[in-house]
T-cell receptor
């Protein structure tokens, strides 16, 4: 039973490029959450999605960041015109229902040069 | 804003020692979760505590939820090098599904 999958595991971008991070939730899970972790810090919530809907994006920067979870396929976190401050580990989690425990993927480590 | 503070931030001990790490808040949480994260990996869920005063045991790990549901502790008995990692506590923000995380306790167990 596969866990949460994220790809790529490592992503290097130059300033101004776009970064696309993918997350496939655990089988049967329809709730997806994205978190960001800066070095030596805890995780900070960014956005919560259900299939085709954004439920809570209160932690998402207002500009350059967007997320989607289409009917078919993985959830995508998209960062446009990346800056050095976007360098971080981005984690996706999924849950069976809104009140169920969240299980995390291995993360995507984004480095902006 | 609900905040979770963890202490200590860093802990280095010898194999076989006991230790306790703490997770405190001024806010009430409906539940608290403990995760362990190893370098280059995502957090792995260890336990969820829900009831005030609850104690849960997972082999050598004992988790306690405070009576007022504002704090939690993790006690490890006879620590082993395999226990090395970042221990994070987290709880659901009021009325939301997002988890609020503490900044973690980084544990190193020397053989």
């Amino acid at each position: 039973n596969a866990g949460v999958m994220q790809n790529p595991r490592h992503l290097v971008r130059r300033r101004g490029q776009e970064a696309r991070l993918r997350c496939s939730p655990m089988k049967g899970h329809s709730h997806v959450y994205w978190y960001r972790q800066l070095p030596e810090e805890g995780l900070k919530f960014m956005v919560y999605l259900q299939k085709e809907n954004i439920i809570d994006e209160s932690g998402m920067p207002k500009e350059r960041f967007s997320a989607e979870f289409p009917k078919e396929g993985p959830s995508i976190l998209r960062i446009q015109q990346v800056v050095r401050g976007d360098s971080a580990a981005y984690f996706c989690a999924s849950s069976l229902g809104a009140d169920n425990e969240q299980f995390f993927g291995p993360g995507t480590r984004l480095t902006v040069l | 804003t609900q905040l979770l503070e963890q202490s200590p931030q860093f802990l280095s001990i010898q194999e076989g020692e006991n230790l306790t790490v703490y997770c405190n808040s001024s806010s009430v949480f409906s539940s608290l979760q403990w995760y362990r994260q190893e370098p280059g990996e995502g957090p792995v869920l260890l336990v969820t505590v829900v009831t005030g005063g609850e104690v849960k045991k997972l082999k050598r790990l004992t988790f306690q939820f405070g009576d007022a549901r504002k704090d939690s502790s993790l006690h490890i008995t006879a620590a082993q090098p395999g226990d090395t990692g970042l221990y994070l506590c987290a709880g659901p923000s009021t009325g939301r599904r997002a988890l609020t995380f503490g900044s973690g306790t980084r544990l190193q167990v020397q053989p």
